[in-house]
């Protein structure tokens, strides 16, 4: 499938997109196209489901990354499809905001496994609650970091004991 | 009864602290868990509380000492896309010969860990006799052997400069007539064979499945490689082609010995593209704006996010970069080190083998950030901890029983 | 300084690596091989610190690591030194500021006795002179 194929399938399924672009190369100058899809809640185990099922190969899950925007809490899947053809691949993310008194998002492991990482990162470091995951235990952080404290948000549940290297170090 | 032995990821001790345990019925295990929380330091945070962008950028090289270009160069490309900085021809094609040269130390880095883990320590002070080379190369170069600093946001720091290119080529000549020599070493001794075929299988579909990426997938049968299939840098120039193993022996079964065939291929696939590159190499300035103020002042104004991935020795490394306009820290910064997929597989490839085989299997995915610095055996009820010590000792004395 | 005939002893290191980013660790492990070739003097890497006169510590202390570290530290014997490869054991390195970090090592072991060796990373003939450091304070006190 090319970005125009792939576009039209996935569109009905989310909100809003858009396709940025970079150019790479120095004889041969192509492009570099991701294609950014804004998708609800309760619609995101449809739309990978249709990735999935649409692609030649297994598409490729790389990361979930997250943002702290206030209010709402952003996060973001990036996958990649049609690789192991010469610079024909196309990088899709797909974009999923949730506010911040109601942090639940779906788990995705039924259908990629190679999610699980990612989602156990979610919700150590963000306090996402992730629907449907056995696996809760503290991947990176030890299981002695006390709770309630996410380092990557920038509320005030951000981490305040920081190793300062002396006393009356500047802020 | 539990007790626990001194810890010590020693000789080679290059990797990182990890815990894996084993659970353990006889002598074949059942269940592989992993516990990564020695080795993190809060990077993505520094980032995005207390560093503007220049200084991300080298504390970006110091996530990993041994795939030290692959950070900087992602959350350079990333930033680029987002402030739409223009990078310069010259400067592009530098980029790929400081990949390439960072792919064969690392590369032959992995070969002597790997002979070292089966008890050849011979080979593992050839290999890294055969590395200084290069190493040399790199401090000529670029001033220092590690952690080089090269990649800032517009171009490069410094420059080839015409000294230096009949060094670079007497590399080249050195590798070339040492590849053969290399292969036979590796690929045709009889015990490295039996110590590696048919030992830690990844099946193609759970390869697909899991994520994984680099030359743990190439070595299953799957074409992924970033240099490939996505254009960046002056790679489209080039027409790099993803290694699998049948491309050598014409088969391809996702093994320990097949990973070990992909790696010694990309050695000799990094010395053509350096030479290819050094040919081609445009003139021009190597730096779109010197001056770090207005660097500093012009990503300080954008706004928007991007993604950029690089293929780093071990994997398909990838960052996530957002900004906000205003901010002068990166708002968000998520990086995804290659170590990271290719974790999850370690289980399938362990399962129904036996304890003497951890420490091959578990370094054959290259990773970097690991070692196996416990492992806890759960026999029947009873837990009893190895250290890295006992493990390489049970490995060895494998090799010796087989030969 | 000069090296006295009198070395009755050949140095036993024991390296621990507390969350380095492994810069350092493929530094001293490119002294052992055929270019810079410490092992000729006698020094190796041994197993466990029952054996160890010398440990070689490398990377910040993050926090899972603080109890191992200290027993490690305990159970190597008396006469021993600390040699600090890096500057993350020092004073934090660049990730001086961070939550998960535990402090350079003299918070954590004060009367650690120390040879530091600064760089990120520091070149192997930086880590031999350190190394040669330790091996005249050793000296010293066996006399």
């Not at chain 1, 449907?132 to 404290?149: A, E, M, Q, Y």
């Not at chain 2, 968000?332 to 420490?359: C, E, F, G």
């Not at chain 3, 001293?28 to 010398?54: C, N, Q, S």
């Amino acid at each position: 499938m090319n970005l125009k194929e792939v576009t039209e399938l996935l569109k009905e399924k989310g909100e809003s997109h858009r396709i940025q672009s970079k150019m790479a190369g120095v004889k041969n100058k192509m492009e570099r196209k991701s294609l950014w899809i804004d998708v609800k809640r309760d619609k995101l185990e449809e739309i990978v489901q249709t990735l999935v099922d649409n692609s030649t190969e297994f598409p490729h899950f790389c990361v979930a990354s997250t943002s702290d925007m206030g209010e709402t809490v952003e996060v973001i899947y990036h996958f990649t499809i049609n690789y192991g053809k010469f610079l024909e691949e196309i990088q899709i993310n797909f974009k999923v905001t949730i506010p911040k008194k109601d942090l639940w998002i779906p788990t995705l492991t039924k259908i990629i496994p190679g999610t699980l990482f990612s989602e156990r990162e979610l919700h150590e470091m963000m306090g996402i609650e992730i629907k449907g995951l056995k696996d809760t235990r503290h991947l990176f952080l030890t299981s002695d970091f006390p709770k309630g404290v996410y380092p990557w948000r920038r509320d005030e549940t951000g981490p305040k004991d920081l190793n300062k290297l002396y006393e009356g170090w500047k802020q | 009864m539990k007790y626990t032995v001194p810890i010590g990821p020693i000789h080679p001790a290059l990797k990182e602290p990890i815990l894996i345990s084993c659970s353990v019925e006889g002598e074949k295990i059942i269940d592989v868990d992993v516990t990564a929380s020695q080795n993190h330091r809060g990077i993505e945070w520094i980032g995005m509380n207390r560093n503007n962008p220049i200084q991300s950028l080298y504390v970006s090289e110091r996530i990993c000492g041994i795939c030290n270009l692959c950070h900087p160069a992602c959350l350079v490309m990333a930033v680029e896309e987002v402030a739409d900085i223009d990078v310069p021809e010259r400067a592009e094609y530098i980029r790929v010969i400081q990949g390439e040269l960072e792919r064969i130390h690392s590369h032959l880095l992995w070969a002597g860990v790997a002979a070292h883990e089966l008890g050849f320590d011979t080979l593992l002070h050839y290999t890294w006799m055969v590395r200084e080379k290069v190493m040399d190369l790199l401090e000529i170069v670029n001033g220092n052997r590690v952690t080089k600093a090269i990649m800032t946001y517009g171009g490069v720091r410094r420059d080839i400069t015409t000294e230096n290119i009949p060094k670079i080529r007497e590399m080249i000549t050195y590798y070339n007539h040492l590849f053969n020599k290399m292969a036979t070493l590796f690929l045709e001794d009889k015990t490295i064979k039996m110590r590696t075929r048919e030992i830690g299988i990844l099946p193609k579909k759970e390869a697909l499945e899991l994520a994984t990426t680099g030359p743990t997938t190439r070595a299953s049968g799957v074409q992924k490689d970033v240099r490939q299939d996505t254009p960046y840098f002056a790679y489209p120039d080039l027409h790099i082609k993803a290694l699998t193993p049948d491309m050598h022996t014409g088969k391809t079964v996702g093994d320990t010995y097949d990973r070990i065939v992909v790696r010694l291929l990309e050695v000799k696939q990094s010395v053509d593209i350096i030479e290819k590159s050094l040919d081609e190499l445009p003139p021009g300035d190597i730096l779109s704006e010197p001056k770090i103020p207005k660097i500093l002042k012009k990503i300080k104004n954008s706004e928007g996010e991007a993604i950029a991935r690089h293929e780093a020795p071990r994997g398909e490394d990838i960052h996530y970069v957002k900004l906000k306009e205003g901010n002068e820290h990166l708002y968000t910064w998520k990086v995804r080190a290659p170590t990271y997929s290719n974790i999850m597989a370690w289980k399938t490839m362990l399962l129904d083998h036996q304890i003497a085989d951890i420490p091959i299997v578990a370094a054959s995915i290259d990773p970097c950030m690991s070692c196996t610095n416990r492992v806890v055996l759960l026999d029947q009820g009873k837990e009893k901890v190895l250290t890295q010590t006992e493990l390489r000792a049970l490995s060895r004395k494998k090799t010796r029983g087989l030969s | 300084m000069t090296i006295t005939s009198s070395f009755k002893r050949a140095l036993w290191v024991f390296h621990i690596n507390s969350g380095s980013c492994n810069g350092c660790d493929i530094e001293i492990v490119a002294a052992l091989t055929p270019r810079y070739d410490v092992e000729r003097f006698g020094i190796k890497l041994v197993g466990t610190p029952r054996h160890a006169d010398v440990i070689a510590f490398t990377g910040p202390i993050t926090n899972d690591m603080v109890e191992k570290v200290k027993r490690v530290y305990e159970q190597t014997p008396d006469p021993k030194v600390v040699l600090q490869v890096g500057s993350c054991g020092i004073s934090g390195g660049v990730f001086h500021e961070s939550y998960h970090l535990a402090g350079p090592l003299n918070k954590i072991i004060p009367e650690a006795i120390c040879v530091y060796v600064p760089g990120c990373p520091p070149r192997p003939e930086a880590i031999i002179q350190g190394v040669v450091k330790a091996w005249e304070f050793l000296e010293g006190v066996k006399k």
